[in-house]
């Protein structure tokens, strides 16, 4: 799973960052935060969901990739959802986590950033933030009638929060929901670095990264529903990064899951799966229930 390889490629990449960080403050260290991979190891059909490949093109010109995942006709959802993924791999393994939302109607645009899978250029920031215009401008452009939901995870939490701040109302994102996001580019990094002797050490130069794009900072500009899930065992991103960020969002749009498992694991569990279903269909936050979630196996997940 993503989660996994994620958790060795962010403790790297801190380290790399601490480095990077006493030769250059400018925004090209953000590329040291994305790991793509070009190589497809899946495709939905392995999974029996119905897709279609889609091209994009940035506004600076860089070609992009993404997969439309289709359901049935039968039970088609008058919403469609702009997935952006975690920071390492690409589409082939991520979009997994959002295979169950096909099998609820929802059609789904998993897009992969530049330098990701078939996607051209190199991810950086703030280039990255054209790659999810591109998506929402094509999903508006193919779907005119339906609702725009924007779901992200990790990386792609982060860049989500950014996109919906400054282009949500340009286009009219109805829904935002977040899993596994952290608060700061900088905090992030730090808590890494302190994980190891050696990055306790140079930990301080993370002041020297940019913060331009910390979500924490976005978003008081978003102001739709967002609906938030983090597990407490979540291993490479805290839940505390995560708490930061809801404390952010305006008080009256938010809503938070504690959810369960490792890194963006939630849509494992069919409670998780069945509250962002209900926020999905009610624009509001389900009612939290205490017990006991159990693991299942749906589609592209297993019970490991």
């Known amino acids: 799973m993503p989660g996994i390889s994620e958790a060795f ?25 994305f790991h793509p991979q070009e190589v497809w190891l899946q495709t939905p059909d392995r999974f029996d969901i119905d897709y279609e490949d889609v091209w994009l093109t940035a506004d600076d010109g860089t070609e992009l990739h993404a997969w439309l995942l289709k359901p049935e006709p039968t039970i088609e959802q008058a919403k469609v959802i702009l997935y952006l993924h975690g920071n390492a791999e690409n589409i082939s393994t991520h979009s997994r986590s959002v295979f169950w939302l096909v099998e609820e109607g929802y059609t789904v645009l998993a897009l992969d950033y530049r330098g990701f899978g078939a996607s051209q250029g190199r991810p950086i920031l703030p280039d990255v933030l054209m790659d999810a215009k591109a998506g929402a401008s094509w999903l508006r452009g193919a779907y005119p009638d339906h ?34 996001p952290f608060a700061g580019f900088r905090s ?57 960020l809801f404390e952010a969002l ?31 269909v009610r624009g509001e936050c389900p009612q939290v229930e205490a017990d006991t979630v159990k693991t299942e196996s749906v589609a592209g997940f297993t019970d490991e």
């Open 9 to 33: 490629r962010l403790v790297r990449i801190s380290l790399m960052l601490a480095v990077a960080a006493t030769l250059s403050g400018c925004a090209s260290l953000t590329t040291l935060y």
């Open 147 to 180: 609702s725009l939901v924007v779901l992200g995870q990790s990386m792609g939490a982060a860049l989500a929060v950014n996109f919906v701040a400054d282009y949500g109302r340009d286009y009219d994102v109805s829904q935002l929901i977040l899993e596994a």
């Open 188 to 244: 992030v990094a730090r808590e890494m670095l302190q994980r190891t002797v050696v990055g306790t050490i140079v930990s301080p130069l993370v002041y020297l990264i940019p913060s331009d794009w910390d979500p924490k900072d976005r978003a008081p500009n978003i102001h739709i529903p967002v609906m938030q899930l983090h597990s407490p065992m979540d291993p490479i991103v805290p839940l505390s990064e995560g708490e930061v």
């Open 250 to 280: 305006p008080a009256d749009k938010r809503c938070f899951i504690a959810s369960q498992g490792p890194h963006i694991a939630s849509f494992r569990y069919s409670k998780f799966r069945e509250q962002v279903a209900d926020f999905l």
